[in-house]
């Protein structure tokens, strides 16, 4: 079974600096995809960006980045300038591949609050 | 319609009362899907449908709960004899096939008193 480890339960940053969320997640799987999801108070879970394991190239989208490390099975977030549109909750999730989301396994979320 | 729209937002219900939860998904997906949302955790897998099938009920806690999508588009999550650890967020996602990005519904806060 996989798991998703989420060690900052909240985080704190201003305005137009930048943030880093982690995660470590356990599988014995080689191929697997890599999610960060955001929850606003809105409860929908809204994808942020998409990392597949096969690819060494780290995932890039707009002011999100992130680290991915697939020997120490580490994946972070990077939050480039962050706007106060961007407090939410985040989630780490991972997926095997080819198996659906009914694979999908979440950590347990980092709260995040962007400050003016 | 333009995304998952699920149904009631919220419900507050008696312990021991049945509920019935409705998910619309994106119209055209194929492959729907159940999670519950416990305080402080993230979504757990429920149940999945390809089609009118559920492929893969094995998140289901015990049998008081149970799903249904008879035509293959909207689903409905019911629950029997609710209990106080029933309260939970259930979210609902659907997909053009099982391959394919996953969009999720904005859920249904459910509370049992």
């Known amino acids: 079974a996989q798991t998703v480890t989420q060690s900052q339960p909240e985080m704190s940053v201003q305005e137009a600096e930048t943030v880093t969320l982690s995660c470590t997640y356990d599988?014995?799987?080689?191929?697997?995809?890599l999610f960060w999801y955001k929850q606003p108070p809105s409860r929908q879970m809204i994808l942020v960006i998409r990392q597949e394991a096969y690819k060494q190239q780290n995932a890039t989208e707009n002011r999100f980045s992130v680290n991915f490390q697939k020997a120490a099975k580490s994946f972070s977030l990077k939050i480039s300038d962050s706007q106060l549109g961007d407090t939410a909750m985040y989630f780490c999730?991972?997926?095997?591949?080819?198996?659906?989301?009914?694979?999908?396994?979440f950590g347990k979320g980092t709260m995040l609050l962007v400050s003016p | 319609g333009a995304g998952v729209s699920q149904t009631p937002s919220n419900k507050v219900t008696e312990k021991g009362k049945y509920v019935e939860l409705r998910c619309d998904p994106i119209s055209g997906h194929t492959a729907l899907y159940w999670y519950r949302q416990s305080l402080g955790q993230g979504p757990e897998f429920l149940i999945y449908?390809?089609?009118?099938?559920?492929?893969?009920d094995s998140g289901l806690p015990n049998d008081r709960f149970f799903a249904v999508r008879p035509e293959g588009s909207v689903s409905t999550l019911k629950i029997q004899r609710t209990e106080r650890g029933d309260s939970a967020v259930y979210l609902c996602?659907?997909?053009?096939?099982?391959?394919?990005?996953?969009?999720f519904g904005q859920g249904t806060r459910l509370t049992v008193v």
């Open positions: 996602a659907s997909s053009l096939t099982v391959d394919h990005e996953a969009f």
């Open positions: 999730a991972f997926m095997k591949p080819y198996s659906g989301y009914s694979t999908l396994t």
């Open positions: 449908f390809q089609g009118t099938g559920a492929a893969d």
């Open positions: 599988t014995s799987e080689s191929n697997y995809y």
